[in-house]
């Protein structure tokens, strides 16, 4: 079976939708709690059936520093602000209004910086 490499473009923007359509808001198997971030959404390779059990092959993982690759949820580690704020630091200290904020803050940077270097690189390319 081929393995699957999803584009961390469509990854990123299914996570954003996720997220705004109040994904991480909702939890219908544990009603008591928000869902979350990152492993409790459809980009959690974990969390499919048959799903992985480490995060390697993870198109977030190219987002979070070496020094956080062995840990349990490298994804939380991936800096989402210019003061380094995490989720994990999030769930630790902060609101998850902040957390949301920052998480959604992140993703369209992330977005617009993929796509407007696909399209220089493309426009490189047909400019030869």
Same mark, same amino acid.
């Given at each position: 079976m081929e393995k699957c490499n999803p584009d961390v473009l469509e990854v990123l923007k299914s996570e *954003? %939708?996720?997220l705004e359509n109040g $994904?991480? %808001?909702h939890? *219908? *198997?544990r009603p008591w709690r928000s869902q979350l971030a990152f492993i409790e959404s459809r980009t959690c390779q974990k969390n499919r059936i048959g799903g992985r059990q480490d995060c390697d092959g993870c198109v977030l993982m190219q987002f979070v520093s070496s020094e956080w690759h062995e840990e349990k !949820?490298?994804?939380w580690h991936i800096p989402l602000n210019e003061i380094g704020e995490t989720v994990d630091s999030f769930y %630790? #200290? $902060?609101t998850e209004d902040d957390m949301e904020h920052a998480l959604r803050t992140w *993703? #369209? !940077?992330t977005i617009l910086s993929i796509e407007d270097d696909r399209r220089n690189a493309e426009s490189s390319v047909t400019h030869r």
């Open positions: *954003l %939708r996720f $994904g991480y %808001r939890c *219908l *198997l !949820t490298p994804c %630790r #200290w $902060g *993703l #369209w !940077t």
